[in-house]
């Protein structure tokens, strides 16, 4: 489709509102009619399973208010900052970057022409897409690149997501201070930006894929300092046009946007406030057009019901999560720094019960990797319930009256019950729990906290589909701190260090994996954690609303829906 | 009026003593829970690295007493800091919810009071009569109920089911009406008795028997000799359950999802977001204060008998 | 045709099972101009009969057995409320013994009185009619008097000013009870003054209701002598002081003390007012009585007019002479 001809196609739709969307319905009405008739006399021609599959065909209608709500307001929407799941979505509708992933996670072009990375996986080099402009009407320079990750480094910005890019070439100095500028970020053409790290890291395309390297424009980030949050300028399809915070959330179009997807949508509105049940309920009473936005989707006590109500059920959506959940066993508090006291506490988890407490919405692991994951290993076979054995090995550790500890988690509902029942569990191996359930800030500080938590039970969620995201960051010895370490185990193996970093930064794709494998299969072995299981993302959509399938990277992908009234 | 100017001044002095002691308490306490507010700036995932710059920025490796220095500081210039989760000036946060929790306010105050006047004056009226017993019944019945409880009855019977009421959030009047009705329910009862046993005690006085003795009519002796009377105690009463609404009605507000002070301060104790937990709190208390003076002064003012010294 | 005539007015309290008799069977007139006593002491029913003229006693607990209250001619008991609310004030007023608690404290003097004439007289409803109104009553500096609190004057003044309230309607019969009773001796003496330079200057009839038989004598043209909720005695006023000629008539007037004389101790009426329900048989007297006789417990009698004018409720009334 020619660019300019959509363009002009949304500027008349803009000046002429209502009488062409009333030419527009009338002409769908029609169409779909015909369509129905048709579907039917297909149909009855046979050799179609659904008239619904037919229909579906239909062409994408513009205009629409999408209704969402969110329980607690979206931290900001400055792209540097935001690093909550549910910021996400938001930011894509108002910023855009290079990369983004298709629909089987490959990592693509998106507002750069091409791009490659160098033989020796030092250096990125990106061609940008010409005519891309920011809200405000300028035309993005890649020097404007240059800025977004040099903001990102520096810490007066205080962005959660400057451990993505500290491998550029001269991140340290910049941020100790010592040098004005990155060195490793440059603009030698307009068009092009090449970036250059200070060791080979295969994994740094996935960072750019990011919406931290969304790109920002420097003079309104100048201009509006610290509430640059409330004054989004971005390449996307979106603008901010309303943000009361706490309260709620409209976006407008961009009118500067000339991206190649269409945004049908003419406005998306968000609700802040309640919680999933509150929403659901606004939901069922057509007030929400999708029940919930955060990857749980629907609320456990709910699931059934939904399931069961065949309306209802049509529009939920399911696919596996990339995420797993887990129990981390701190190696250096006794008596979890034994591998079989650690093995003992795998098998004397039931993983299918505890899966069957939430509405069977996941399958069980058998290692660290969840499976959309690259390099997701099918071959491990991981720890079965085996009460027997966990006492076995518990007497053979010398702990046959069992011992005490403690679990924390977050009292959210779903932790709240896998706690419960794990507590349970443990108990018939004579293993006595504490449970500490707490707030999440608290949560952090305990578990992130050296010889401090035994037990910590969660969820850890993929940030980019490459194994460092779960293995380099939760499992390698040189990144232990005392403090907010995100290695909760504390797992120190020499070995798996190594491997670690030795497919860090190796430049060929399937050695990486390979040796990620390796280290997996060694981690697995060892037990620093209880693998428990991998979840399911839902989605539960109205019938009138159409868009992309879920996706496990960006499960909502709102500026690709539209609204079929 | 000399008087009543050292008068409002002595008062002012101690409300504003009262706002510090407040804050002082809050700080500590805030600060005593074992979190830290770096990571709650930085989000779950964040490393060391990261964290420990945010802390050095936002001098949170300062001594406590410092760091409340540096609050006070800022509380001088009008300041209340910005909050740790989305850093939005306190200020900015307060004033853009108080909108909400006034409207909601407003609406409740009214409707019960127009509901708790006549039916107090008439159950004083007509005592132990079927109607002052039933009043009394369920008024008691209304203000044992449970916030919390009554509010997600409602919901779930006259918005979600009946949909009569929208379920929740605040886009336009009609979603302050059911949140005002769990209101209205809870407090009308109470206020209804209240007025009743007023109006009791001043309709056997005898300027109720002179007002009738002139030959005024019923109504003009209830409401504008017997009624007037009956609600000076209840001012009093009335200002602070205002003064309380206005800190945030939060388990309502939570209920229905309304964008109010209420569910400010319930947020940001969970995210331990503490600039805004200061800030909710000492606005809280900073009405209360304003209740009492204006509830004193709104004594004079109504009841000419009252000397001031 | 009298201005009030009370007939045959009984009004009990209490269930009808356990009744309490206040006023039994009543009966007094009232003439216009006229003013009348009624004395007794504290429980006989005074007061509630005044009250019953403009029907201000509550029915709830109150219930009117029989008779008739005429008031103009009409009568009050079976008046609809708003027939009532024409008279309550337009043709009685009423005074009350304690000003400050009969003063609504919320609103000011001024505005007070002149609900009284936006009710019974729009037309004269002005600042300037309540300013001479309180100037009647004798209130120095009226103009601004008018803005203050009723906590402010004091009690005569405040008194003054429920007599202007009371007058402010033009009513034909004032009903004043107990009005001095809450003052002291110096401020009564003012009222009284007060109130018979307005009997003169107006022509109002009164109904005055006090236990004090000195006001009797300065103020009263007829006196209505109370007793268990029966008149006892009724007689023009200063033939009654002369002569009084119910035994308790003549105890009461003994009992005030007489400045000059020698007595050591003050006499009094052995006994006390029988209670509301424990009436005595026979006359309701007989055992504080001391002419009573052996039937006296037995036989009571009705009010009988012994001489012109004089009405007397005793068998013995005779012997009490001298």
Redesign the interface.
């Known amino acids: 489709m020619n660019l300019a001809a959509i363009k002009s196609e949304i500027g008349t739709w803009r000046n002429q509102r209502r009488p062409l969307f009333g030419v527009r319905r009338f002409l769908v009405s029609k169409i779909s009619s015909a369509a129905i008739l048709s579907a039917l006399a297909v149909c009855c021609l046979g050799g179609v399973d659904s008239v619904a599959g037919v229909i579906g065909m239909r062409d994408p209608t513009l205009g629409g208010t999408l209704r969402l709500?969110l329980p607690?307001?979206v931290?900001?929407l400055d792209p540097a900052?935001a690093?909550?799941p549910e910021s996400w979505p938001f930011l894509r509708l108002l910023y855009h970057g290079l990369l983004d992933y298709d629909e089987d996670l490959n990592l693509v072009p998106w507002q750069a022409r091409d791009w490659n990375i160098s033989p020796d996986g030092r250096t990125y080099t990106f061609h940008l897409l010409p005519g891309v402009r920011f809200s405000n009407g300028r035309e993005v320079r890649a020097q404007d690149y240059c800025f977004t990750l040099e903001r990102i480094l520096n810490?007066?910005t205080?962005?959660?997501?400057?451990?993505f890019f500290?491998g550029i070439l001269g991140a340290k100095e910049f941020?100790d201070g010592k040098a004005p500028h990155v060195r490793g970020l440059r603009s030698p053409e307009p068009d092009t930006l090449v970036i250059e790290l200070s060791t080979p890291d295969l994994s740094f395309q996935y960072m750019m894929a990011m919406p931290f390297a969304f790109v920002v424009p420097q003079e309104v980030v100048e201009l509006y300092q610290?509430d640059f949050?409330q004054h989004p300028t971005g390449t996307g399809p979106y603008i901010l046009r309303d943000w009361?915070?706490?309260?709620?959330l409209r976006f407008g179009r961009n009118p500067f946007y000339s991206g190649r997807e269409i945004s049908y949508l003419e406005a998306i509105e968000v609700?802040?406030?309640?919680d999933e049940t509150?929403h659901l309920?606004?939901f069922?009473?057509g007030?929400l057009d999708i029940a919930c936005i955060t990857p749980a989707g629907v609320p456990i006590p709910d699931f059934t019901r939904i399931m069961r109500n065949p309306v209802l059920r049509k529009g939920l959506e399911q696919m596996p999560h990339s995420a797993t959940w887990y129990i981390s066993l701190n190696t250096e508090l006794p008596p979890l720094d034994n591998a079989n006291v650690r093995r003992a506490m795998n098998y004397a988890t039931d993983k299918q019960r505890l899966i069957r407490l939430l509405n069977n919405r996941g399958i069980p692991a058998h290692g660290v990797l969840p499976p959309p994951m690259p390099g997701f290993n099918t071959k491990l076979k991981g720890y079965d319930y085996d009460p027997t054995k966990a006492r076995q090995l518990l007497a053979e550790a010398g702990y046959a009256q069992g011992f005490k500890t403690a679990i924390w988690h977050e009292n959210d509902l779903a932790s709240s019950r896998l706690a419960a029942a794990i507590k349970q569990d443990w108990s018939q191996v004579g293993v006595e729990v504490e449970l500490r359930p707490a707030?999440?800030?608290?949560y952090?500080?305990?578990v992130?906290r050296r010889t401090n938590a035994p037990c910590a039970l969660g969820p850890w969620f993929q940030?980019y589909p490459d194994p460092s995201n779960f293995l380099n960051?939760l499992f390698h010895g040189g990144?232990i701190?005392d403090?907010?370490?995100?290695n909760r185990a504390f797992y120190n193996n020499a070995k798996v260090n190594k491997l670690l970093d030795e497919a860090a930064s190796s430049g060929d794709i399937e050695r990486r994996l390979e040796l990620y494998r390796q280290a997996e299969v060694i981690i697995v072995e060892e037990a620093p954690w209880v693998f428990l299981f991998h979840p399911f993302l839902y989605k539960l959509s109205q019938p009138w609303l159409r868009g992309p399938k879920l996706h496990p990277i960006w499960p909502s992908r709102f500026e690709r829906m539209w609204i079929e009234k | 009026m000399n008087v009543t100017l050292t008068r409002l001044s002595s008062r002012l002095l101690w409300s504003v003593l009262v706002l510090l002691g407040t804050s002082v308490i809050t700080f500590f306490v805030a600060h005593a829970?074992?979190?830290?507010?770096a990571?709650?700036?930085?989000?779950?995932?964040?490393?060391?690295?990261?964290?420990?710059?945010?802390r050095?920025?936002?001098h949170f490796d300062e001594p406590r007493v410092q760091q409340y220095g540096r609050y006070l500081w800022g509380l001088a210039h009008g300041d209340l800091g910005?909050s740790y989760?989305?850093?939005?000036r306190v200020t900015?946060?307060i004033l853009?919810?108080l909108p909400?929790t006034l409207a909601l306010s407003t609406m409740a105050v009214v409707f019960w009071m127009l509901l708790a006047v006549p039916v107090g004056v008439l159950t004083a009226k007509f005592r132990d009569s079927k109607f002052d017993r039933t009043v009394l019944v369920l008024g008691t019945i209304g203000l044992s109920l449970p916030a919390f409880w009554l509010g997600r009855m409602l919901?779930?019977a006259l918005?979600?089911r009946a949909?009569y009421f929208?379920?929740?959030?605040?886009?336009g009047w009609r979603h302050l009406l059911l949140p005002a009705l769990t209101l209205v329910i809870l407090f009308a009862g109470y206020y209804a008795r209240l007025i009743h046993s007023s109006m009791v005690e001043v309709l056997s006085s005898d300027y109720v028997r002179m007002a009738r003795a002139k030959g005024l009519s019923e109504i003009a002796v209830l409401f504008r000799h017997g009624l007037r009377n009956a609600l000076i105690p209840v001012i009093t009463v009335l200002g602070m359950d205002v003064a309380g609404l206005l800190g945030g009605v939060i388990f309502t507000e939570n209920?229905?999802?309304?964008?109010g002070i209420g569910?400010?301060a319930l947020?940001s104790v969970?995210?331990?977001d503490v600039p805004i937990i200061m800030g909710t709190v000492l606005f809280s208390a900073a009405m209360v204060v304003a209740a009492n003076l204006g509830v004193d002064f709104l004594y004079h003012w109504v009841d000419p008998r009252v000397k001031r010294d | 045709m009298a201005l009030l005539e009370i007939k045959n007015l009984t009004l009990e309290f209490g269930s009808s099972r356990s009744s309490m008799r206040a006023v039994d069977d009543l009966s007094l007139e009232v003439q216009a101009g006229e003013t009348v006593c009624m004395v007794g002491e504290s429980g006989c029913g005074k007061s509630v009969t005044a009250l019953s003229i403009a029907k201000l006693v509550p029915t709830p607990p109150a219930r009117y057995v029989s008779g008739q209250i005429l008031v103009e001619n009409r009568d009050v008991l079976r008046m609809t409320q708003a027939e009532l609310r024409t008279i309550r004030g337009g043709v009685v007023s009423y005074v009350f013994q304690e000003p400050g608690a009969s003063l609504n404290p919320v609103f000011r003097i001024g505005f007070q009185i002149k609900e009284s004439l936006e009710l019974h007289r729009p037309a004269a409803a002005t600042d300037a009619e309540v300013v001479r109104l309180l100037k009647l009553v004798g209130i120095p500096a009226a103009e601004y008097r008018i803005r203050d609190y009723p906590h402010q004057l004091s009690g005569g003044m405040q008194q003054r000013v429920m007599i202007a309230m009371a007058l402010a309607s033009e009513p034909k019969l004032l009903v004043a009870d107990e009005p001095t009773t809450a003052l002291d001796v110096t401020i009564q003496a003012q009222i009284l003054d007060l109130l018979r330079d307005l009997k003169k200057r107006l022509g109002m009839s009164i109904l005055l209701i006090t236990h004090n038989l000195g006001i009797v004598a300065d103020i009263a043209d007829r006196v209505a002598v109370m007793y268990a909720g029966q008149i006892v005695e009724l007689a023009p006023a200063h033939a009654l002081l002369r002569r009084p000629l119910h035994p308790y008539t003549q105890a009461l007037m003994r009992s005030i003390p007489k400045l000059g004389s020698d007595e050591a101790r003050l006499t009094t009426i052995p006994g006390n007012v029988p209670q509301l329900g424990a009436f005595p048989s026979g006359c309701r007297f007989h055992p504080r009585c001391s002419k009573a006789q052996m039937d006296c417990s037995e036989n009571s009698s009705a009010l009988i007019e012994v001489e012109t004018g004089r009405w007397v409720r005793c068998a013995y009334w005779r012997e009490g002479q001298g």
Request: proline share 6%; aromatic share 6%.
């Open positions: 709500a607690t307001d931290r900001s900052i690093y909550e810490p007066k205080k962005s959660p997501g400057d451990g500290r941020q610290d949050a009361r915070r706490g309260a709620r609700m802040i406030g309640g509150l309920m606004m069922e009473r007030e707030a999440l800030a608290m952090l500080e305990a992130k940030d960051v990144r701190v403090v907010n370490c995100n | 829970v074992p979190a830290d507010p990571r709650t700036m930085a989000g779950a995932k964040a490393d060391a690295e990261t964290i420990r710059r945010i050095h920025e936002m910005k989760v989305t850093n939005q900015d946060a853009t919810r909400a919901q779930y918005a979600y949909g929208p379920v929740a959030g605040f886009r209920v229905f999802a309304l964008p569910t400010l947020q969970f995210n331990l």
